[in-house]
C-alpha cells in the first residue's frame, strides 16, 4: 500500500502578491509535498504553521519549494513524536 497525502486547506500569504500568486503558489507546495511523501506514511497531523522568509527578488517556484520543504520538516517532527508515544 502506498502513502496518501490529504491536505484539507492550504492558504499560503505573501506580501505583496495577489491572491492567484498564493493559489498558484499553493498548488506549487502541494505539488512538491505529493512528489515527497515517504511510502507508507501512516499519521495524521492537525493544523500547522510555518513561516518561511525568503529575500527580495526569489522566485515563486522558489518560495513554493521553500515553504514545502518546511512543511515537511514540520510532518517529520510530528510524525516522530506521534511514533514516539
Known sequence: MGSTLHIGQLNVRVPGKNVETGR???DGVA???A???RP???Y???AM???VQAVAGTSEAEMSHAIAEAIGKAIQRGGKAATDR
Open 24 to 26: 498558484a503558489m499553493a
Open 31 to 33: 505539488k512538491s509535498l
Open 35 to 37: 512528489r515527497n511523501v
Open 40 to 42: 507508507h506514511m501512516q
Open 44 to 46: 495524521q497531523l492537525g
Open 49 to 51: 504553521n510555518v513561516r
